[in-house]
């Protein structure tokens, strides 16, 4: 399982990036972007994200 970030829905308001406890995500190109080798999938981030960007994706 991953988490995937929809780019068409992220508008980088950066709060999956405040609450992540990893430091996983960072912005490139414009667009959150989740580094899976620090990730560990405990989902703080799906319900931090005002634009409902962030899904797990089996
Ligand atoms: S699931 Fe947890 S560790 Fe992974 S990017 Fe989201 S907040 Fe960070």
New binding site residues.
């Given amino acids: 399982m991953n ?1 995937t970030i929809d780019p068409n829905k992220c508008h980088a308001s950066c709060e ?1 990036i405040k ?7 960072r912005i490139v190109n414009g667009k959150a972007h ?2 899976e080798s ?9 319900p ?1 994200c005002p634009h409902d960007a ?1 899904q797990f994706e089996e």
Wanted: one cysteine or more; aromatic letters at 0%.
């Fill in positions: 988490l999956c609450v992540c406890p990893q430091g996983a995500i989740i580094d620090k990730c560990d999938l405990d989902g703080i981030c799906i931090a962030i």
